[in-house]
């Protein structure tokens, strides 16, 4: 009975760089059905729903805990850039869309609570206050079109961080809604897949949300140095992309 306790303790009381791990890895393997099996091989879409809910989990609630937010605006600014010119060109030349990568939609977010934690701490009346909310809010929304997973990641990352920073129930319902809407783009074309994509990215997030805050100190970090895990997304992508285009030519 002691081993099966201390087994589900650990369950929720995983080392944050385990949690970045399983995620890139999981990213990876999105990312090799997005460039080399658009439309087939779907089981490796499946692993990429685990990725963004834990990326936004370790981003919230960092956040939450600590005044850190100009630290990630600066840690975050020259890789989303680098993500401009490396990974960008390529998915217009050769998916034809554009869309800011993952590392402008964890700008975006980052830098929307950064506005609201301004705005809370002004000494403002209530009324100015709100506006202030609603225009930031509105600001965030209309740029989260052009970011990776959109307004349903960009209300995602800013209910789930609601919730760790005011424990609130309701934060927690709409996070758990908009972990459910996610992936929900393209239903009526796979509605079946769909469906199991979203349930996915709902189910990864109730687990996130049984995680002890703030992480264990005694967890022993291996993802060193910080930078290594920022740089892994343009430079995977571009090894991504180049071998697609020596592969076809």
Same mark, same amino acid.
């Not at 791990?21 to 091989?41: K, N, R, S």
């Not at 990215?201 to 910080?226: A, D, E, G, I, Y």
């Given at each position: 009975?002691?081993?099966?306790?201390?087994?589900?303790?650990?369950?929720?009381?995983?080392?944050? =760089?385990?949690?970045?791990?399983?995620?890139?890895?999981?990213?990876?393997? =999105?990312?090799?059905?997005?460039?080399?099996?658009?439309?087939?091989?779907?089981?490796?879409?499946?692993?990429?729903?685990?990725?963004?809910?834990?990326?936004?989990?370790?981003?919230?609630?960092?956040?939450?805990?600590? =005044?850190?937010?100009?630290?990630?605006?600066?840690?975050?600014? %020259?890789?989303?850039?680098?993500?401009?010119?490396?990974?960008? %060109?390529? =998915?217009?030349?050769?998916?034809?869309?554009?869309?800011?990568?993952?590392?402008?939609?964890?700008?975006?977010?980052?830098?929307?609570?950064?506005?609201?934690?301004?705005?809370?701490?002004?000494?403002?009346?209530?009324?100015?206050?709100?506006?202030?909310?609603?225009?930031?809010?509105?600001?965030?929304?209309?740029?989260?079109?052009?970011?990776?997973?959109?307004?349903?990641?960009?209300?995602?990352?800013?209910?789930?961080?609601?919730?760790?920073?005011?424990?609130?129930?309701?934060?927690?319902?709409?996070?758990?809604?908009?972990?459910?809407?996610?992936?929900?783009?393209?239903?009526?074309?796979?509605?079946?897949?769909?469906?199991?994509?979203?349930?996915?990215?709902?189910?990864?997030?109730?687990?996130?949300?049984?995680?002890?805050?703030?992480?264990?100190?005694?967890?022993?970090?291996?993802?060193?140095?910080?930078?290594?895990?920022?740089?892994?997304?343009?430079?995977?992508?571009?090894?991504?992309?180049?071998?697609?285009?020596?592969?076809?030519?």
């Amino acid at each position: 009975m002691n081993t099966l306790k201390s087994y589900f303790y650990s369950l929720k009381n995983i080392n944050p =760089d385990i949690l970045k791990l399983i995620a890139l890895i999981t990213m990876t393997m =999105d990312h090799i059905g997005h460039v080399f099996f658009p439309g087939e091989f779907m089981v490796l879409r499946f692993f990429g729903r685990f990725s963004f809910p834990i990326f936004i989990f370790l981003l919230t609630s960092h956040l939450a805990e600590k =005044d850190i937010y100009k630290k990630y605006i600066l840690r975050l600014l %020259p890789f989303a850039f680098l993500s401009l010119i490396i990974v960008t %060109p390529f =998915d217009i030349y050769i998916k034809e869309t554009f869309k800011l990568t993952i590392l402008w939609s964890l700008l975006l977010y980052t830098l929307t609570l950064f506005c609201f934690e301004k705005i809370s701490n002004e000494n403002t009346p209530s009324f100015i206050k709100g506006f202030c909310y609603f225009l930031t809010l509105s600001v965030g929304l209309t740029l989260s079109l052009i970011v990776d997973y959109g307004y349903f990641g960009y209300l995602f990352a800013i209910t789930l961080y609601g919730y760790f920073k005011t424990n609130k129930n309701i934060y927690l319902y709409f996070t758990l809604l908009f972990s459910f809407l996610l992936n929900s783009k393209g239903f009526f074309i796979y509605p079946t897949l769909i469906l199991i994509m979203c349930t996915t990215s709902f189910l990864v997030t109730l687990f996130l949300l049984q995680q002890k805050r703030p992480p264990n100190k005694n967890h022993r970090r291996f993802l060193k140095p910080w930078w290594v895990f920022y740089t892994y997304f343009p430079v995977h992508f571009f090894v991504l992309y180049i071998t697609y285009i020596f592969l076809n030519s």
